[in-house]
């Protein structure tokens, strides 16, 4: 079992930045790949960052280049640096933990934070 604590969201303006934080515990947090999605109202749930247990990264195509994933398995934890927002970013925030096995999946979600960009 693992649980994930999302913090960081907020209000900014257009051009500014955060850093969302995703605290897991648990379970052996190095071994699942994180991930962040966001759904804005009346969307469906995207994928915006991975990271996997061995560090790679991909990111949508839409936040390329604004935002960074990164981990730090020592506090168990999984960021965002989220810069360059733009109000297209305004959305809920939530962390996912994916852990893929024989016997089946382990997935893991937490309760979101809200991000809004707006003037």
């Known amino acids: 079992q693992v649980q994930l604590v999302e913090s960081g969201g907020g209000l900014v303006h257009p051009g500014g930045s955060l850093r969302l934080s995703c605290a897991a515990s648990?379970?052996?947090?190095?071994?699942?790949?994180m991930a962040w999605y966001r759904q804005a109202p009346g969307n469906l749930r995207d994928l915006v960052a991975v990271i996997t247990s061995g560090g790679s990264t991909n990111y949508a195509d839409s936040v390329k280049g604004r935002f960074t994933i990164s981990r730090d398995n020592a506090k168990n934890t999984v960021y965002l640096q989220m810069n360059s927002l733009k109000p297209e970013d305004t959305a809920v925030y939530y962390c996912n933990a994916l852990r893929r096995g024989v016997l089946g999946d382990n997935e893991y979600w937490g309760q979101g934070t809200q991000v809004t960009v707006s003037s």
């Open positions: 648990g379970s052996i947090f190095s071994t699942y790949a």
